[in-house]
DNA sequence: ACGTAGACTCGCTAGTAGAA
DNA sequence: TTCTACTAGCGAGTCTACGT
């Protein structure tokens, strides 16, 4: 098994452009309220097709890697919060990123064993192979956008060693001009990562899109939450994973309520925990992001 | 290597609404 | 009333990712 810690003596800063760290982590707004991925860690290899008013957007899997998942979503996150990063920094953001992957395993707040070597390249070809097809920010003469979720990686080994000295990835052009576009990118709580449901994490995106720091936060039907998922399964097993979140209520910064609305629809309410009176339960202070303001240099841990 | 969590599938059952 | 179609709820089971 080769190596996986860079090595100390001849760590090439030029070749490892983007290495930021305690930054605030940044979503690309877009991709947070649509069923862009999968929610499942089972590979799921039946398409998403998505239609709701002028909006469509289709993502569609191949049939050797499967579709990318909400985890595999992780890389593009870090992607948006280094490029969000540089420019704020006034340095020229770039759609082709250079780092080490112990660097972004530590960022995504994964484990560094070697077996998530083996599911971060997995999960780099997922995103590389699963094809988006949508008519969001397809302005002008365009009708629609075609790209898959990475342009490309790469990933250069040691000729003698068979170390990993480092990998590449390529965003689409859509999702570059997605990130630095005036508002493109929301902060999102460090805790994301650690939500390890499919729905929850999907749940939380929706919640940061919409409601955001709203004092009456936001709201949506189940059905509506059913249609926005893309969730491959039915509605009412949909509905019953939807409330036993609910009864956790263990999302980072909103809190989930659910009543019937006056057509007797079952409706989810999404309220940020630092909107509550300080004696609810479900009250939580206002964090503010993790900022420094001089760029950090890359730590390895042994 | 093993146990656990979570999304999903599937079969069964029950309730409801509409038509005959 | 009976039949049919549809939907929801529940539980068992499958499969994979992930943690220890």
């Not at 490309?152 to 965003?171: A, H, K, N, Y």
């Amino acid at each position: 098994m080769p190596r996986r810690l860079p090595p100390k003596g001849d760590f090439q800063p030029d070749f490892f452009a983007a290495s930021f760290a305690d930054i605030p982590i940044r979503d690309q707004r877009d991709t947070m309220e649509r069923p862009f991925f999968s929610l499942a860690k089972k590979p799921r290899f039946d398409p998403i097709e998505y239609h709701v008013g002028d909006v469509w957007l289709e993502v569609s899997a191949n049939p050797m890697f499967g579709m990318a998942t909400i985890w595999d979503a992780d890389i593009l996150l870090w992607a948006s919060t280094q490029i969000t990063e540089a420019i704020d920094r006034g340095m020229p953001g770039n759609r082709t990123l250079k780092f080490h992957p112990h660097n972004l395993l530590k960022s995504i707040r994964r484990e560094t064993g070697g077996d998530h070597y083996v599911r971060l390249r997995a999960a780099l070809e997922r995103l590389t192979h699963t094809a988006v097809r949508t008519n969001i920010r397809a302005n002008g003469k365009k009708k629609f956008a075609s790209f898959h979720w990475l342009e490309s990686w790469t990933e250069v080994t040691d000729e003698t060693t068979g170390e990993t000295q480092g990998m590449t990835i390529t965003i689409p052009d859509w999702l570059f001009q997605g990130i630095v576009m005036k508002g493109g990118v929301l902060t999102i709580h460090e805790d994301y990562f650690l939500l390890t449901g499919g729905i929850e994490r999907w749940l939380y995106r929706v919640a940061r899109k919409h409601a955001g720091h709203q004092e009456i936060g936001w709201q949506f039907t189940m059905r509506q939450l059913y249609e926005k998922s893309g969730s491959t399964a039915r509605f009412s097993d949909f509905a019953i994973d939807v409330r036993r979140l609910v009864e956790l209520n263990q999302l980072p910064e909103y809190s989930l309520y659910l009543h019937r609305n006056e057509q007797e629809e079952e409706v989810i309410n999404f309220l940020r925990r630092s909107q509550l009176g300080v004696d609810d339960p479900n009250y939580q202070f206002e964090r503010n992001p993790k900022r420094r303001l001089t760029p950090a240099a890359v730590r390895w841990i042994d």
